[in-house]
T-cell receptor, first 110, second 113 residues
Framework: DVKVTQSSRYLVKRTGEKVFLECVQD?????MFWYRQDPGLGLRLIYF???????EKGDIPEGYSVSREKKERFSLILESASTNQTSMYLC?????????FGSGTRLTVV | GENVEQHPSTLSVQEGDSAVIKCTYS??????FPWYKQELGKGPQLIID?????GEKKDQRIAVTLNKTAKHFSLHITETQPEDSAVYFC????????????FGAGTILRVKS
């Protein structure tokens, strides 16, 4: 089975901090994604990547950036964390057979 | 861009009854429609999917139907069990575009025993 691993389950950060969320997949998938999940809004796409060093903005990229230096790793960066970025963050990777999600990182910005 | 609407937002059924969740999409080019189940504290897990060249697909107690003309698709769960209680999400995408999924807002399903 494809495994998508997110480095942290829970994070608490202060306003203004730079935050890194890490994601690793073990199946050599080209496509990787970062989604944000909020109650009543479903999952919204922040950024995605089709290949190493390649990135495209999703629906809500403001306040975020990403990095993909290796095929298996896709990082989400909050340049200056704000309280409205408190949320559940989900990483995913995909192939023609479907999309697999990690367990999520619940980020609280105080 | 694509927009997916999902109804109802919450659904309570008695154990053994059927549950139906409905979604509509806006982009006629979308050709892949997965359904995900999310249990508390876990990431969404793919439970069934359907492609636009198929009208219906079944997997044991779960089935999905797709009406391309009306641009809607539905999840049917028969003989519901308490372990079916979870949040369910529908999604739509264009497979050729990297499978970028657009999700519905989710349905909280509660199965009462």
């Amino acid at each position: 089975d494809v495994k998508v691993t997110q480095s942290s389950r829970y994070l608490v950060k202060r306003t203004g901090e730079k935050v890194f969320l890490e994601c690793v997949q073990d199946m050599d998938h080209e496509n990787m994604f970062w989604y944000r999940q909020d109650p009543g809004l479903g999952l919204r796409l922040i950024y995605f990547s089709y290949d190493v060093k390649m990135k495209e903005k999703g629906d809500i990229p403001e306040g975020y950036s990403v990095s993909r230096e290796k095929k298996e790793r896709f990082s989400l960066i909050l340049e200056s964390a704000s309280t409205n970025q408190t949320s559940m963050y989900l990483c995913a990777s995909s192939w023609t057979g479907g999309t697999t999600f990690g367990s999520g990182t619940r980020l609280t910005v105080v | 861009g694509e927009n997916v609407e999902q109804h109802p937002s919450t659904l309570s059924v008695q154990e053994g009854d059927s549950a139906v969740i409905k979604c509509t999409y806006s982009d006629s080019a979308s050709n892949y429609f997965p359904w995900y189940k999310q249990e508390l504290g876990k990431g969404p897990q793919l439970i069934i999917d359907i492609r636009s060249n198929v009208g219906e697909k079944k997997d044991q107690r779960i089935a999905v139907t797709l009406n391309k003309t009306a641009k809607h698709f539905s999840l049917h769960i028969t003989e519901t069990q308490p372990e079916d209680s979870a949040v369910y999400f529908c999604a739509a995408s264009l497979m050729e575009y990297g499978n970028k999924l657009v999700f519905g807002a989710g349905t909280i399903l509660r199965v009462k025993s």
